[in-house]
Structures are given as C-alpha cells and as structure tokens.
C-alpha cells in the first residue's frame, strides 16, 4: 500500500509536471514571448487591462510554466513550485473570466484537481524526487 502511493504521487507529480511544462515550452520556444504577449493577450485583452500589465503577465505565466513543469517533473522545490503554478491557474481563471463569464473550465479545472492533490498529499509520499534525496543525504550527514 505504501508503495501504491509513493507512486500515486510520482504519477500525478509527472502528468502536471509534463503538462505545465509543454505548455510553457510551447508558449516560450515554439512560439516565442514575445509573440504570446502580443498576439495572445494584448489582441484577447488589450480593451480590458493595461498593456504592461498584459505583458508582464504573458511573460510570467509562460515562464512559471515552463520552469515550474520541469522542476515539477524531477523533483526539486515541489511546494513552492505549486504555489507558482497555483498563482498561474488563478491568472489565467481570472483573465478568461474577465472576458467571458461562461466559459470551458476543462483546461484550467484538471490541472487544478492535480495541484491540489499534489499539495494535500504528505511530501514523504514524494520519494522519487531530488527532493527526497537532498532530504536523505542531508539526514545521513
């Protein structure tokens, strides 16, 4: 049972991870920043919110999900990455919301179920992870 959810943990560590991460990597390398701050929030939002404002957080959002992905996925500051990724998931509710009040939750809600999951289950489940072996080296000096 133990091990069920050492793994259970890794599985859901790895989907979000992976997830987050091709999202920013997409966003950073395929279509670069400099193209997703112009052409996906100051055209989408630019009525709305203040460019800088816009800019600063295309930027942000791409960069936390790409960095945050790839920490997520091996390991390493797993909770204060969540937290990044949770203010990411809170931007991007609040941005669709603001310009449409009804709209498809599907992509914010199942990395949100994965987030909190992920924070609600104890970190010594998380023992494949750099994490885990910072923490055990640390213990046996």
Not at 11 to 33: A, D, M, N, P, Y
Not at 127 to 137: G, H, M
């Amino acid at each position: 049972m133990h091990r069920n959810r050492q793994v259970a943990v890794l599985t859901l560590r790895l989907l979000l991870g992976f997830i987050f991460f091709f999202q920013g990597f997409g966003k950073v390398f395929k279509f670069g920043l400099e193209n997703v701050s112009q052409n996906f929030f100051l055209k989408s939002y630019g009525e709305l919110l203040p460019d800088f404002l816009l800019i600063f957080t295309a930027y942000y959002t791409s960069l936390v999900e790409l960095i945050g992905g790839l920490l997520l996925i091996i390991g390493l500051k797993r909770d204060i990455t969540l937290y990044f990724l949770a203010s990411v998931l809170v931007i991007v509710t609040f941005g669709h919301g603001l310009k449409d009040p009804i709209w498809d939750l599907s992509h914010v809600m199942y990395r949100a179920i994965l987030l909190v999951a992920l924070l609600w289950l104890p970190k010594e489940y998380d023992l494949f992870s750099i994490d885990s072996l910072i923490k055990k080296k640390s213990k046996n000096e």
